[in-house]
């Protein structure tokens, strides 16, 4: 999985039926430094993340395995809300913290 | 998912039945700031995109969980027409604007 | 799915059984102008494909979706011969022109 | 797979109800040469590994393919522990002598 | 597939116990002119490919389809030892010539 930082929404009202009613997500991917990085995915979200929070982004047919996606031509999904992230014992991310 | 947009087409006569009667549209990627890159998909579609619209291109497995695509050695897929892209709350991207 | 130029073959005697009989061809990625890119891949070739001719190349679990390629450890098949690339209306490429 | 060295770990509350009780470290790849390269990835740990230890990385849908972990939506998982890895009949890494 | 040089191999003892007895060959990939890139991969080997050898790999689900590899956690397998390679009617490569 890759740590994304949510940065926006995506809207369609023509689409494959099976994503009516899924919310896709804008992420940015974060590096192993907590910088936010020049890449992109819009994600499905089936945990409820908001703007600015940082999340767990699981692609290829992982994202069809959250409850409901089977069926649906999704190829990335938020998974999870991050609480913290530690590298080297070193907090580089503390939802506490820096997400207000 | 990442963003593209329609470019053009691609045509073949020889090719694996299963494709028989799939449009196939070349997409250029678009980045997180609304700018076209030098990637490209060929992707099928399945939603009446057309050329210069923003569309959501999914890849790999996702490409043959549309309707009737579970048997066809696809990649790629539009699954949506982008109407709006938002990041920070500012807009990207609104078809009803940019697109004519 | 990618546009590829067939550029030569690979031949192995030594392989898991299932490819017995499997042509392999070397392709070369061309990019959105029809520029050759210094990207290969090696697809089974289901079509027919001859050298220099432009294809279509599915990669990762869709080139198992050719007929009896099921249970073969292929991530990348030529799915289509190319006639014609159409980019914003301008022919970027078409078999009758530019192969003989 | 590829090898790489635990760094850290990525803790998270609210995720998808499949994760709970799943550990996910924060691995960054290593290069042929034994170099620890910019590249990281959060992959779920089913091997006890620890940090400082360097270990195989599968990604994927082959991260599912773990006991238990057939409905998680996972796409990086650490399959192995390494003990050796050797180049042309060189020693690059040895559990042993290099960790401790 | 990529085209691949064996350059050695990985060694661990603590596991998915669905890897005993699997062997875990380095590869350096190779480009479409034969020069070796600085990329790798950790593949298993049901070939016997040996030091030097020049291999196809496949990566993704692919490395599952070898026989008895269902259900362990690869995602890049050998599936076969290469005898020739040839790009525009020249000889890239041949086992007979370069490998001893």
């Known amino acids: 999985m890759q740590i994304a930082k949510v940065r926006g929404t995506v809207v369609s009202t023509l689409k494959d039926p099976s994503l009516r009613g899924?919310?896709?997500?804008?992420?940015q991917l974060v590096?192993?430094?907590?910088?936010?990085?020049?890449?992109?995915?819009?994600?499905?979200?089936y945990v409820g993340a908001g703007v600015n929070e940082w999340v767990?982004?699981?692609?290829?047919?992982?994202?069809?395995?959250?409850?409901?996606?089977?069926?649906?031509?999704?190829?990335?999904?938020?998974v999870a809300i991050i609480d913290t992230v530690n590298v080297?014992?070193?907090?580089?991310?503390s939802k506490k913290d820096d997400y207000q």
Chains 1, 2, 3, 4, 5 share one sequence.
């Open 22 to 27: 899924v919310k896709l997500l804008l992420l």
């Open 31 to 45: 590096d192993e430094e907590g910088q936010i990085l020049p890449i992109y995915e819009v994600a499905a979200d």
């Open 56 to 78: 767990l982004l699981s692609r290829g047919s992982a994202a069809r395995k959250l409850d409901g996606s089977e069926q649906r031509p999704l190829d990335a999904a938020v």
């Open 88 to 93: 080297d014992n070193r907090l580089i991310y």
